[in-house]
Each structure stands twice: as structure tokens, then as C-alpha cells.
């Protein structure tokens, strides 16, 4: 079941084997035959994003502009479509104080590979919650992290939705931070190929204007291994304000 590719060519085995490397490098000891049982257990039809196993054990929002000063003053954190808990984990060992660290998910999918990989679920587990929706308490977090997230939200009103609880959830004066893949501006057409929802960058930009957003930033960060298969996407960084 594992035979399938993923799109540089490599299988769900080979790329579990390298996720296990890159944490390895991060002081995680596995038992013998460890390897083994993780590839029985996880499949392409088990694993609910399985791109996201390329990028497990190097956390994305390290190289995001914004990360310096989120670790300056650290406030409130939620990290808002946590999956894996990567970026949780990157900002503990980054001296992040763990007790001002929240993520949420919709399901646990992505979090149990997570648990299995870094051996921690005890440790990351009472960090995390998980529901259907997202509870959205008012004006609750200092930082609100999205990490590839917006991507994936094909339907509009769950786009909107989404964007909305962020604002809510923030302090007033709190950060929305994060990334996502988007279109290039000179794309001519959004195809099949990729992730359901893929903006532009001045579709992005308003996006969060319209729903209340300030000081909209956004950089674009190239993807090499995008560009070599003829894509014209690229990963969106960016931040905003909500108003005080």
C-alpha cells in the first residue's frame, strides 16, 4: 500500500525513514526495529496529509520573518491547525515557556504520527485539543500561528470562518502569523494540480483586510521543488495585525 509516490518520486516508507533521520539529528533515540513498525502502521490512506511527512523534523516556521520577535516576548501562542505539533515543539526547544503554548486541530490524525515519531506524546498531548471546531475563546492569545493551513480549505465559508476565529481569538494588538502555498501572480490558471485553495498574493491580502486584518505583510518564499516540476506556485509568508 505504500507503492504509491509522492511527488518528488521517493514512497511513504523511504520518506518515513527520513523523517526519522531528521528527528534522530534532534536527540530522539529510537528502539531497535523501530523503523520497521512505523512503516506497518502508516499508510498513504492512514496518513491524513502525506506531504506533510517530508516536512516532519524541520518545522517550517523557523525561516518564518516574523519568528526572531515572536521569540523576543513571548505571549500567548496558539497554533491554529497544529497537525504534527512540530511547531510546538520547535518553540520549546527554542526556550519557548511550554506553559503559554496552545495548538488545536480538527482531528488527531496528523498529532498520533507526530506522537509516534518524537516517542513524546505525554509531553505534547496536554498541549494540544482537538475537536470538530475550534471553541474560539474571545481575545485569548497574544500570537496566532497558521502553518500551511489556509491551503487546504477549499470551501469559502470555512476559509472566512477560519480567518474570522483568528481575529477573535487574538488580543487586541496580538499577531496572526503563518504560511501557506499560494499561485504565483503570473500563473494563467489554478488547474487541478495542488492543494484546493491556492491565492494569490493580492488575494490574500484581501482576504485579511476584509475580515479586519491590519499591517498585512506577506513575502513570498520560493519552492525550487515546485518550480521543477512546472509549477507556478509559492509558499506565502505572512502576518497582520488586529487593531487595538
Known amino acids: 500500500m505504500n507503492e504509491r509516490r509522492m511527488p518528488d518520486g ?20 529510537y528502539p531497535a526495529g523501530y523503523s520497521d513498525t512505523i512503516i506497518k502502521k502508516y499508510t498513504l490512506e492512514t496518513v491524513p496529509y502525506p506531504y506533510i511527512v517530508m516536512h516532519i523534523g524541520d518545522p517550517r516556521i523557523r525561516r518564518h520573518f516574523f519568528y526572531r520577535e515572536l521569540l523576543i516576548k513571548p505571549g500567548e501562542f496558539l497554533d491554529y491547525g497544529c497537525g504534527t505539533g512540530d511547531t ?11 506553559d503559554r503554548i ?23 498531548e496536554r498541549l494540544v485539543s482537538v475537536a470538530p471546531a475550534f471553541s474560539c475563546p474571545p481575545e485569548r492569545y497574544d500570537f496566532v500561528y497558521s502553518g500551511s493551513v489556509i491551503h487546504v480549505l477549499g470551501e469559502e465559508k ?19 502569523f503563518g504560511s501557506t502555498l499560494g499561485l504565483d501572480d503570473t500563473a494563467q490558471r489554478r488547474g487541478r494540480e495542488g492543494p484546493p485553495r491556492l491565492m494569490r498574493e493580492y488575494e490574500l491580502h484581501a482576504a485579511l483586510d476584509n475580515r479586519g486584518f491590519e499591517n498585512v505583510r506577506i513575502v513570498s518564499e520560493d519552492r525550487p521543488e515546485l518550480e521543477r516540476r512546472g509549477l507556478k506556485f509559492c509558499l506565502y509568508q505572512f502576518s497582520a495585525d488586529k487593531g487595538k
Open 10 to 29: 521517493t514512497t511513504l516508507a523511504e520518506e518515513l525513514i527520513n523523517a526519522m533521520g531528521r528527528i534522530g539529528r534532534l536527540g530522539v533515540v
Open 88 to 98: 510546538i515543539r520547535q518553540l520549546i526547544r527554542d526556550g519557548y515557556p511550554a
Open 102 to 124: 496552545n495548538g488545536f486541530d480538527v482531528n488527531d490524525g496528523s498529532l498520533r504520527l507526530g506522537y509516534d515519531l518524537y516517542l513524546d506524546k505525554e509531553e505534547i
Open 158 to 176: 470555512e476559509f472566512l470562518d477560519y480567518l474570522d476565529k483568528a481575529n477573535r481569538t487574538l488580543k487586541p494588538g496580538g499577531i496572526f
